[in-house]
């Protein structure tokens, strides 16, 4: 069961200018952790479309009967629509979302950049990508451990399961080897956005991405205070003022934000 709260997990999309942004949320996650900074981008001009990912917003058991590459059409075919209503597309993502956000650069070096937020190509307590095959025969989900919020009163504007679906582990850890592999065919501009308080994704994740992208364009923030959710947490005013001021340096030639 999804944690109790008033917030709904349905996608959102905000319709503004030329100029469009990709919010992918992440695993056991939904839209809503995208929509403190979706919101702020939106209000700045630009379009914003923020997909419910396959096996998301429903039940754990669900999550458990979806394959990778169902998260990997399905934000193809998010980016398909977001580009037939803008000259020029970002894709961003949280967590697996930033995987996701890296497979989408690895397929298509034509878009304009890539927003990575505590990006999980690498994860702490990395053994549960070995046993996590074995276990899901034998578990379907697992509990998860305590929460790392700055802010806990943030907390209450995401969404997500509150027990870790294996199967659908296993899925995520196939996603990262994955993009993992694709990584060297990145080249377009990134940013890379990591927290030392964070407790499913270290900051040595940006060191990763940095050493095997073919681009050297990267662009880095070091939060301090924020857990995991850096979309929501206590830094993601930062984060989003960085995410704005990332696109604006990166637009191409005589390109505006808004209408």
Partial sequence: MPQPNTITPGPFFLAGGPVGVLLIHGFTGAPPEMRRLGD???????TVSAPLLPGHGTTVADCNGVRWQQ?????????ADLRARCD?????????????????????????????Y????QVSGGWRQWVAPLLK????????????????DARALGWSYDQYPVAGAHQLFKLIAHVRRSLPRVTVPLLIVTSKSD???????????????ATDDITRLALERSGHVVTLD??????????????????????????
Avoid: C, N, Y
């Fill in 234 to 259: 206590a830094d993601w005013q930062l984060v989003a003022e960085k995410t704005q001021a990332f696109i604006r340096a990166h637009l191409p030639a005589e390109s505006e934000i808004g209408t």
């Fill in 88 to 116: 020029t597309v970002f894709v961003s993502g949280l967590s697996m979302g930033g995987v996701l956000a890296l497979h989408l650069a690895a397929q298509h070096p034509d878009l304009a950049g890539a927003l990575l």
């Fill in 199 to 213: 407790r499913t994704v270290p900051p040595a994740a940006a060191d990763l991405i940095a050493r095997h992208v």
């Fill in 40 to 46: 702020f981008l939106h209000r700045e001009g630009l």
């Fill in 137 to 152: 025969h034998v578990v379907r989900t697992l509990p998860k451990g305590k929460d790392d919020w700055a802010d806990p």
């Fill in 118 to 121: 505590a990006p999980a190509i």
């Fill in 71 to 79: 998260w990997a059409a399905h934000v193809e075919a998010a980016l």
